[in-house]
């Protein structure tokens, strides 16, 4: 009683406002029977043969995207995954943490002094991200491998916005600078997490990555140089060519501290190589030599440091080479940020390229070492990660942090057991905080500048890798190359743009041109060795020696594109679909961006091996049109004489489509437009397999598909639309009147011998097809008493058990697969067309 009242009010709602409700009446009081021309059963325990399947409703929708009390208390337990596992942590656990946390944090503490420097600060700095990073992110983690801290493209990038802004607020501090960009990316990244919009990394391909990685490796190392070797003279803020350039231009001045560089590079290289070829050697030793190789920064930077101390330690005030100088003990810089406007005005413009370099390596890391693992993480959830730890971070003066890879790796490697070993590592942190300040002054830069070319030297992709890309995708290919170029001839912000913005541009290319493909049938044969298999896994011989009961039953058809664009056997005959009947498969999705691109190839097809169905209906050259000028002169009989089939019936395959949007569907009314006006007066039947989504079914039910399309004795009617300018002002509209004339013309013609067979379906005729009978009725519907009387007569069904509708009687038109919509297609047809 209230859904009847809900309607009328509804109903009175709509007349008031001009909406009509029934907009669209494809069956009408005069339709013709129809054939869904398959046997659309399963076996089952119903007890009724009738099914009509309910469309999506509005309400349903406004449901689905609601959420419940539940999912927002899964939501809010969610935002804490340590609340899923911390209650069962174990001794086992802990002791694998506690090895892997030590490990990583003697590691984070020379990287992130390193990296502090990068970013064009102090280092204690470094230590008090590395130090905020690890503590906080096992509250908010779905990665136990991930460690959070400075990194060096990151800490590139803070860098080179400090010194943007310094150059136009000179007064203002560095750390000041730094603090409020992670306040800024913080909290960006936090709201993205918080709305759970994760997914917008995957739009983010890995060659861009890639690409990525490998040009701020370049620039990274390029820049480092001058601090190894002691050169002077040139600015190390220039793109990545002209550094390289001006590096070896300057080598005569190089100094003594290229001893202590070079030599620190190479003896990382000469460790890890070494530890390398002793796991081979001795595999059982295998985890000795792992942690011997994970060490090797520290042993490198305190063997260094020694060297340094004993060389330096009589002149502090003017060393050999250039030392790292005094560390302040403790968290000397730890306060409220101060959230400057006008800062933040300086370097808006560069937070775009900030917040993609905070985010694409941190979840590349992530995913990666979670698949190895065998564990997944959800993107949304690191984000809030990330944006929480950079939000707090700068109160003890923090910058801005996210995943390494290279520490990350170690962890992996060490036999980290939950992300809670990150508390293991800010207590080696804060260790070095308060007990090594005095130790940190004697480290060489350029000893330093060594560690950190060592470091970003694994993150340039290889040969090999480049090498897959092209084989796997040659596009992939070129945008990785089109991203080192960029990077090293301009700025890793321009690199980064550039890479993404190629990545879409070749995506929306791929969907804007996709292409569909003409569809044959092929009859096969399941084959094992020399024997056939036939349904239930049995081997028989290969040939037609057996009863063709058996032989149907060994054989099925499936359907290949026309032209073997798909890399099948060219030597397989293909047949052709039945004369005017056309099955074509989308590719890629149907939406607003390939509407156009798949329709123009259909109707272009279809215009190709069709004729038009009144060879007559231009008497005079002057009507036709000047894109359909027809014969010579003199070669008029041509048209006349054209043995093409007419066209009967479409077959869209929408097996790759899972959603359509209006602008899709619009185009679909358009080329039912066109089509039928090519094939007046008889009607063009449109028929769909593999619809695998409600709303599409809705949608396209919308718009009048699903549906036989009623003859008419009239002559075209135009589909309505669902926006058109071309239908703009209505019954006066271009499209009204384009009709008018065409249905004028048909009538002043039809005294013509238009084509002999040209016959309307008459709305008597019953037809039978696999067994079952139809005939019609004003809902369109198979009679239900007549079906179960056939169902229960039938030899097929009889003693099975009873059987039920796989889709719906009230879209007859809408087929489980290719070969049902074939069969309807050719049962529904005129009688030109033969029957299977």
């Given amino acids: ?98 090895v892997a946390g030590i490990t990583v944090g003697a590691v984070v503490v020379p990287q992130g002094m390193a990296y502090a420097k990068l970013a064009q600060l102090d280092v204690q700095f470094g230590l008090y991200s590395s130090f905020m990073g690890v503590l906080i992110y096992w509250f908010f983690a779905t990665s136990k491998d991930i460690t959070i801290g400075p990194v060096a493209v990151m800490s590139t990038l803070t860098g080179t916005i400090v010194l943007d802004v310094v150059e136009k607020l000179p007064d203002v501090p560095k750390n000041e600078i730094a603090s409020s960009l992670a306040i800024i990316l913080g909290g960006i990244v936090c709201l993205l997490g918080l709305l759970r919009l994760g997914f917008i990394v995957d739009f983010i391909s890995l060659p861009a990555i890639s690409a990525f990685m490998t040009g701020s490796a370049l620039n990274i190392c390029s820049g480092q140089v001058k601090s190894l070797l002691g050169e002077s003279g040139f600015s190390t803020r220039d793109s990545t060519y002209m550094v390289i350039i001006n590096s070896l231009k300057h080598l005569p001045t190089a100094d003594i501290n290229a001893a202590m560089g070079v030599t620190a590079c190479a003896m990382l290289y000469i460790i890890r190589s070494f530890c390398t070829w002793g796991a081979k050697r001795w595999p059982h030793k295998a985890k000795i030599w792992f942690f011997a190789s994970t060490l090797r920064t520290v042993f490198v930077i305190l063997f260094y440091t020694m060297i340094s101390a004993a060389v330096n330690l009589h002149r502090r005030d003017n060393p050999m080479f250039d030392l790292l100088g005094d560390v302040p003990r403790g968290f000397q810089n730890a306060a409220v940020p101060k959230m400057d406007p006008t800062v933040i005005k300086a370097y808006i413009g560069q937070l775009p390229a900030a917040v993609i370099v905070l985010l694409i390596e941190h979840i590349a890391i992530s995913k990666s070492f979670g698949r190895v693992n065998n564990y997944t993480i959800d993107p949304s959830q690191e984000f809030v990660a990330i944006g929480v730890s950079n939000l707090l971070g700068p109160f003890l003066g923090g910058y801005p942090a996210t995943g390494s890879f290279s520490r990350t790796a170690i962890k992996s490697k060490a036999g980290v057991r939950t992300p809670l070993a990150g508390c293991i590592t800010a207590v080696v942190v804060l260790l070095a905080i308060y007990a090594l300040p005095a130790l940190f002054f004697y480290i060489p830069n350029a000893s330093l500048s060594g560690v950190i070319i060592h470091a970003v030297g694994d993150l340039i992709t290889p040969p090999n890798t480049v090498y897959q890309f092209w084989r796997v995708a040659p596009l992939d290919a070129l945008i990785f190359f089109i991203g080192v170029i960029v990077t090293v001839f301009t700025s890793i912000e321009d690199g980064i743009y550039c890479t993404i913005c190629v990545s879409v541009a070749v995506l929306l290319f791929r969907v804007a041109k996709a292409r569909g493909q003409f569809l044959g049938r092929v009859t096969v044969h399941s084959v094992v060795g020399d024997h056939l298999l036939d349904g239930d896994g049995k081997y028989g011989s290969f040939g037609n020696k057996g009863p063709s009961e058996d032989r149907d039953h ?181 499209a009204a009147h384009a009709e008018l004339m065409n249905n004028e013309r048909e009538h002043a013609h039809q005294h013509q011998d238009v084509e002999t067979g040209l016959k309307t379906q008459s709305a008597a005729t019953a037809r039978e097809t696999n067994g079952i009978e139809t005939s019609s009725n004003d809902s369109n519907e198979i009679s239900e008493d007549k079906l179960q009387r056939d169902l229960t007569d039938s030899k097929a069904y009889r003693g099975r058990r009873k059987v039920a509708l796989v889709q719906g009687m009230n879209r007859p038109f809408f087929h489980i697969d290719l070969t049902s919509a074939l069969q309807s297609a050719v049962a529904n047809s005129s009688d030109e067309v033969p029957k299977l």
Avoid: C
């Fill in 1 to 98: 009683m209230g859904s009847d009242k809900t309607t009328k009010v509804g109903n009175a709602v709509a007349k008031g406002l001009g909406i009509k409700v029934a907009y669209r009446d494809p069956l009408g009081a005069n339709a013709d029977p129809v054939t869904r021309g398959e046997s659309a059963f399963s076996t089952g325990t119903v007890d009724t043969y009738s099914y009509n399947e309910p469309e999506p409703t509005s309400i349903e929708w406004i449901r689905e995207i609601t959420p419940s009390g539940s999912q927002l208390a899964h939501y809010l337990i969610n935002l804490f995954p340590f609340l899923n596992w911390i209650g069962r942590y174990n001794v086992q656990w802990l002791i694998g943490d506690l």
């Fill in 554 to 734: 060994q054989q099925r058809s499936i359907f290949l594109p026309i032209n073997h664009t798909d890399g099948s056997n060219p030597d397989i005959e293909v047949e052709q679909p039945l004369p005017g009947i056309f099955i074509y498969r989308f590719s890629e999705g149907f939406n607003y961006p390939n509407a156009n691109h798949y329709t123009d190839y259909l109707v272009k097809t279809i215009f190709q091996h069709t004729r038009r169905t009144n060879p007559f209906a231009y008497a005079n050259r002057g009507d036709r049109p000047w894109n359909d000028p027809g014969p010579r002169p003199g070669h008029e009989h041509e048209e006349a004489e054209d043995t093409r089939p007419l066209l009967q019936a479409v077959i869209l395959d929408f097996s790759s489509v899972n959603n359509v949007d209006t602008t899709s569907i619009q185009n679909l009314i358009d080329v039912r437009n066109q089509l039928d006006l090519y094939a007046s007066p008889r009607s063009v039947q449109w028929h769909f397999a593999h619809i695998n989504n409600r709303w599409t079914k809705r949608g396209l039910a919308a718009a009048g598909f699903g549906y036989p399309t009623p003859a008419s004795s009239e002559g075209f009617h135009r589909w309505k639309p669902i926006f058109s300018v071309a239908e703009i002002e209505g019954d006066a509209s271009a």
